[in-house]
C-alpha cells in the first residue's frame, strides 16, 4: 500500500476531506490518500501574509507524518512550505500549484489561471516565473463576489470560474487553463466538463505528479 498525506494549510476540515476525496478518487490502485488539516489559521487563504503564516504548521505536520507515508501534497495553491519541507524529508513532496502549472505548460502551452484570491495575484504570477514559465503565462482572471460566498455556493462557484475561464481562452489565448485554489477543487471538475480546452485541477494534477515522483523513487 502507498500512503499519501494531504495537508491542508487552513483550519477548514471540510475543504480537507474535499480534497482528499478528490486525490483518493484519481488514486491508482493501492494508494491511499488522507489528510492533516492545521490546527491554525484561516478557514481560507486569502492574503499573501495568510500564505507565508501557513509554512510552519505545514512543516510541523509533514516533519511529523514523514517516517510513515511514501508522499505529501500541499493543498493550499502558492505550495507554502514546499520548498523548505522538500529539503527536510526524504519522500517527494508536491504542491497543487506547481504541479498544475508545469501540466498545463506541458508542450510548450500558454496557459492561465482561473481563481478567486484577487491579494495573490502577484504571488502567483511571480510563482509561476520561479518556476520557468514565465514565457508561457497568459496571466489571471478573476472570479467576481467575496471568496468566502462562492465557496460556499458551489454551483455559483463553477459559473464564476467558468467565466473566468473563458475570458482566459477568448481574450487572453489560454491553451489550458488551472484552477487555482484548494477550495475549488470540485468546481474545477465542473467546469472542465464545460470546455474542450484543458482545464487543469489543482488536486489531482498534483496526484499524477506525485505518483510519478513515487514511482520514480522506488525504481
Same mark, same amino acid.
Given at each position: 500500500?502507498?500512503?499519501i498525506l494531504l495537508i491542508n494549510p487552513n483550519m477548514s476540515a471540510a475543504t480537507t476531506a474535499e480534497m482528499v476525496a478528490i486525490a483518493n478518487a484519481v488514486a491508482p490502485q493501492g494508494t491511499e490518500v488522507t489528510g492533516a488539516t492545521a490546527r491554525r489559521g484561516p478557514k481560507m487563504i486569502l492574503k499573501a501574509e495568510e500564505l507565508r503564516a501557513a509554512v510552519p504548521e505545514v512543516i510541523d505536520i509533514g516533519l511529523a507524518a514523514a517516517g510513515g507515508i511514501d508522499g505529501i501534497i500541499i493543498g493550499a495553491f502558492g505550495d507554502p512550505g514546499l520548498a523548505?519541507?522538500?529539503?527536510?524529508v526524504s519522500v517527494p513532496v508536491v504542491g497543487i500549484a506547481e504541479a498544475p502549472m508545469q501540466e498545463a =505548460?506541458?508542450?510548450g502551452r500558454r496557459f492561465g489561471i482561473a481563481t478567486t484570491t484577487p491579494a495573490l495575484v502577484e504571488i502567483i504570477a511571480a510563482y509561476a516565473a520561479r518556476l520557468g514559465l514565465a514565457d508561457l503565462y497568459a496571466g489571471i482572471r478573476l472570479t467576481s463576489g467575496d471568496p468566502l460566498d462562492l465557496v460556499a455556493d458551489p454551483p455559483l462557484l463553477a459559473d464564476a470560474l467558468t467565466e473566468a475561464a473563458?475570458? %482566459?481562452i477568448e481574450c487572453d489565448d /489560454?491553451? /489550458?487553463v488551472v484552477i487555482g485554489g484548494? &477550495? %475549488?477543487g470540485k468546481a474545477a471538475m465542473a467546469v472542465a466538463a464545460r470546455f474542450a480546452t484543458p482545464i487543469i485541477a489543482p488536486? &489531482? =494534477?498534483a496526484m499524477r505528479r506525485l505518483m510519478s515522483m513515487v514511482g520514480e523513487a522506488r525504481s
Open positions: 500500500m502507498t500512503h523548505q519541507l522538500r529539503r527536510q =505548460a506541458q508542450s473563458r475570458r %482566459l /489560454a491553451e /489550458a484548494g &477550495p %475549488l488536486v &489531482p =494534477a
